[in-house]
């Protein structure tokens, strides 16, 4: 039978970003049924349907080997708490040995979340954790305040990081009831609630999106959609409730996307939209209280923004002083990476590569791109980078398309995210991220595990959509400059991006890769006329064939490559030959597939009734040629080996 149980830990507020791989991390690891899993900033939630105990079970115990006996087995017995006849001879692979059945009774569930909850506690893996030597125990990413643990009605007792565990939680901080709060597992909800804490996740977002959706509603404005943000205000808040703040229309003479910035960034809030969709002088906080009869958060909110759209109108007003071609020298003063260099020969190596893929413009656009680590704006908002350079490139009378090259040149920052919207923008962006990537790998600092400091692993993602999805025409093989190791650190890249964006099944992917990844465009479409033909009777029985030959081909590591001599061959060999000297070697790749695929009853009957390991060698070597010529054709679209048969 099982048991509801419930576990709850209270801390001072963890921030935001870190609770969700919390959040899976307690729900892959923790010991029941049905687990379900929440969180507050300040209370980490558990509820799972646990077995009342284990079952009873038995355990094999191997001795010493079967021709020990004596005073040698006597011990063993002794030390195990049995009798010379409750042993048996078992057969191992290592011989015959002593052994006994040992019966286990099975423990109540209490017992064993006593002591497994302590240790899934402390095994959340914390990007950072803190300790704190007066309250002594172990490290933690805040200081633990409570704890819930209820197996039904019954407090399961542990102690962890100097807390004791109890049926006893606390309200929200400022309207909740002063002092603990009883729960059960019943009633756990319900009394937090009356308390102004909404445990659910799910039920703070979906009032988040409801209220902030209303509130500009009925002014007539819209909110922009803002996935993270929304995130973020989910696990900040335990009563969340949406107000509307205005501020100086004044403040929309500077760039809309620095005021957005502002607002999202520094004070959390919506940014909101006018029917014509231009940005409008109001903006939508979440407050952690459910109203604000007096509007003094309001107030507050507004006075505090009013001070932050000051500083950004300074800083825009002092960076206009200089343009940003006369910054460019001053990135000698602004390091890249220390063994690396400086971001002004960063800039001369974009400049150049950029030149090269995209012309006159991409290379003018590379000369300012990161002239905007210099400007104070982005010294104060560092998320702007790039799209300050373009808007001040714009301002200071810079070429349209250059300054739309400079604006997108960290594109894309995410396999959603859309790549640069011009080919000057697309071969800034992969010039910068190749560059990046170049000099990382040219000192050994190459991703490993999780680690990845450099963000190359997103750096090469992007240059990977870029040329699937852009007008460039360059090859992987060109950009990795011969550098092996990078180049193969785009494969992995190339194959998430074919499965997870395209949607190609892992087979066909490793299939057509195998053939040569370094045109993309070319890889995408070899692999879509696979998915197209692959529904076709005789493409899976092709591709067992060409596994087939392969594996042929593969026990003959002396076989260089020749011509067939026709007149070796017999009449079934000739007519499968004929074909193959007949497949295109270049034009649309369905219809070459579709040609490969309409061989199969040829290729059947070669295999039924022609010996290919003849004994005659000159026969043998001939035949292993013709299957030589026939995988070659096959293999410049795709391993078909690698192709999953039923």
Known sequence: MNIPFLLEVGTEEIPDWMIPGALDHLRAKFPGENVRVDATGRRLVVRADVAERTPDREEVVTGPPANVTGKALDGFCAKQGVTADQLSVAETPKGKYWSFTRKIAGRPAAELLREEIPAVIQSIPWPKTMYWPSLGGPRFIRPIRWIVALLGA??????????????????????????????????????????????????????????????????????????????VL?????????????????????????????????????????????????????????????GHVVNGNERVLRARFNDARFFYDVDQKRPLAEREEDLSHVTFQAKVGNYLEKTARVAALAGELGGEKAAAAAHLCKADLTTEMVKEFTDLQGIIGGLYAKAQGADPEVARAIYEHYKPLSMEDSIPSTLAGQALSVADKIDTLRSCFSVGMIPSGSKDPFALRRAAQGVVKILAEGELRVSLDTLCAGDGKLLAFFRERVEYYCREVRGYAYDEVNAALAAGYGDIPDALARLAAIREVRPTENFEPIAAAFKRMKNILEKAPDLMPGAVEEGRLLEIERVLWSYVQNLPDSGDYPPRLWSMAMMRPHVDMFFDEVLVNDPDPKIRENRLRLLQGLIGKFSSIADFSEIVTN
Do not use: C, W
Not at 272 to 293: Q, Y
């Open 154 to 231: 019954e407090v399961v007792e542990f102690e962890f990081a100097g807390v004791q565990s109890s049926n006893v939680t606390y309200g929200h901080r400022r309207l909740g009831q002063r002092g603990p709060l009883t729960v059960t597992v019943s009633d756990y909800e319900q009394v937090l609630d009356s308390n102004f804490v909404i445990v659910s996740a799910e039920k703070r977002r979906a009032k988040i999106e409801a209220e902030v959706a209303a509130v500009a509603a009925a002014k007539g404005l819209r909110v922009k959609e803002d996935a993270k943000l929304l995130e």
């Open 234 to 294: 989910t696990y900040i808040t335990e009563y969340p409730t949406a107000i509307l703040g205005s501020f100086d229309p004044s403040y929309l003479t500077l760039p809309a996307e620095v005021l957005v910035t502002v607002m999202r960034h520094h004070q959390k809030y919506f940014s909101v939209e006018n029917a014509g969709g231009t940005l409008a002088p109001h903006f939508i906080a979440v407050m952690n209280i459910p109203s604000d009869p007096e």
